[in-house]
């Protein structure tokens, strides 16, 4: 069935760095791919999504690329701050309905 | 607007008993989605609902079931409750966004279920 594979599972970063997670998809007639932060006992919450029409796209410290031939696509966060730590979950949707990937655990430390 | 609702917020269950989440929006959204999260396992989804009299079954649906009640609430109801039902549950509402498509889905908070 349709699957989306998240990477890494952890990661940490020193306050200022960048951090980059990947997800890869399986079903090519996906076209929608948000990207959404869980803080700690708290809701999902969207912070970014992209269209299958672009490659590309920015909101002040973060941005999504989508490789569609690949099936791929990556958050960039830039400039880490501590209140960026917390646990992101991409998505891809799929015959109506958000398949989500398994999540990265995303730790930065001042 | 509160948005997203749910109840209750946490609750604990002996194995067999039967319960029902409850789930209510004031977003005026067509669509509804009931997920469990579990440590390692991302967000599944369980039921959904993309307009007000029909329901689907999602990635895994077995142990539970739902009613659509009117445009606002979606519940979900376990009716013999297992330890393996342990989880958190999210219900969500989404709207379609313009151009190509997509939807942007909006969470409630979330109910924590412990199953003895």
């Known amino acids: 069935g349709e699957n989306v594979e998240q990477h890494p599972s952890t990661l940490s970063v020193q306050e200022g760095d960048s951090a980059v997670i990947k997800c890869t998809y399986s079903?090519?007639?996906?076209?929608?791919f948000p990207w959404y932060k869980q803080e700690l006992g708290k809701r999902p919450q969207l912070i970014i999504d992209?269209?299958?029409?672009?490659g590309e796209k920015k909101d002040q410290r973060i941005a999504v690329t989508l490789n569609k031939t690949a099936k791929h696509f990556s958050l960039h966060i830039t400039e880490t701050q501590p209140e960026d730590s917390a646990v992101y979950f991409c998505?891809?949707?799929?015959?109506?309905?958000?398949?989500f990937g398994q999540g990265t655990e995303l730790s930065v430390k001042p | 607007n509160a948005g997203v609702t749910q109840t209750p917020k946490f609750q604990v269950l002996k194995t067999g008993q039967s319960m029902t989440l409850q789930c209510a929006q004031d977003?005026?959204?067509?669509?509804m989605y009931w997920y469990r999260q579990d440590p390692g396992m991302g967000l599944r989804l369980i039921y959904y609902?993309?307009?007000?009299?029909?329901?689907d079954k999602g990635e895994v649906p077995n142990g539970y079931n739902v009613s659509r009640l009117n445009k606002r609430e979606f519940s979900l109801r376990l009716e013999s409750a297992a330890p393996s039902q342990t989880s958190v549950y999210f219900c969500?509402?989404?709207?379609?966004?313009?151009?190509?498509?997509?939807?942007?889905?909006?969470f409630g908070p979330g109910t924590r279920l412990l199953v003895l």
């Open positions: 977003m005026n959204h067509n669509s």
């Open positions: 079903d090519s007639a996906s076209n929608y």
């Open positions: 998505a891809a949707l799929v015959g109506g309905k958000l398949i």
């Open positions: 992209i269209r299958s029409n672009v």
């Open positions: 969500a509402t989404g709207t379609r966004t313009s151009g190509l498509g997509g939807e942007t889905q909006y």
């Open positions: 609902s993309a307009s007000e009299g029909t329901t």
